[in-house]
């Protein structure tokens, strides 16, 4: 069925490098892919979005780039810090979920000091 | 404001007891939404309020009532639960339901169903 896939599940990085999360989805009318942070104990909160007509969106250190050809979007960290550390959920809109949201899996991202 | 308020924090309940979650949201947000959520895993879609009226119940068992009463506020009535529904419920907010919009989430509340 139309879903989201989200990958890699767990993400260990040293402070200071880039953390890269990739998602794809099946639904090709998709025209909306957010992003949430979502720490310990915490509501998920938006960090970034990207919509159709745009291939990439950069807020300072933290990009999302989207290739609609491929059905795949990413999430880059870079300069990653200790409080970057969460689970991250990609999203995008499906028609199978009567044009909601459907978030990915997550993944769970570690910055090591 | 630029938030969403909910209450409880916390529950505790017996699966014969009856209790409500409420949310709040003072954006003008027209779209209001329930999500579960279990430990590990991404939230759950369950219920879509648009302009006050239901729109989507994403199969939920009947135990699970929401009500809207206002363009503020939504609330999640709970009654028989079962152990499984253990689990984080989430209320969001959106400008309206296509589902193109920024979801405000609350905080969330963490229900024990013993």
């Known amino acids: 069925g139309e879903n989201v896939e989200q990958h890699p599940s767990t993400l260990s990085v040293q402070e200071g490098d880039s953390a890269v999360i990739k998602c794809t989805y099946s639904d090709s009318a998709s025209n909306y892919f957010p992003w949430y942070k979502q720490e310990l104990g915490k509501r998920p909160q938006l960090i970034i979005d990207i919509r159709s007509n745009v291939g990439e969106k950069k807020d300072q250190r933290i990009a999302v780039t989207l290739n609609k050809t491929a059905k795949h979007f990413s999430l880059h960290i870079t300069e990653t810090q200790p409080e970057d550390s969460a689970v991250y959920f990609c999203a995008a809109v499906i028609s199978g979920s009567a044009r909601q949201l459907t978030f990915g899996s997550g993944t769970q991202l570690t910055v090591l000091p | 404001d630029t938030e969403v308020t909910q209450t409880p924090k916390h529950l505790v309940m017996g699966m014969t007891n009856k209790k409500s979650l409420k949310c709040e949201q003072h954006?003008?947000?027209?779209?209001m939404y329930w999500y579960k959520q279990k430990a590990k895993k991404p939230p759950e879609l369950m219920f879509v309020y648009s302009y006050e009226k239901l729109s989507i119940n994403e199969s939920v068992p009947s135990r699970f009532s929401p009500e809207c009463p206002n363009s503020s506020l939504l609330n999640l009535h709970l009654h028989a639960l079962q152990p499984e529904d253990s689990a984080l419920y989430l209320c969001?907010?959106?400008?309206?339901?296509?589902?193109?919009?920024?979801?405000?989430f609350g905080a969330g509340s963490r229900l024990t169903v013993l």
């Open positions: 969001a907010s959106s400008q309206d339901s296509s589902g193109a919009n920024v979801l405000t």
């Open positions: 954006m003008g947000h027209r779209a």
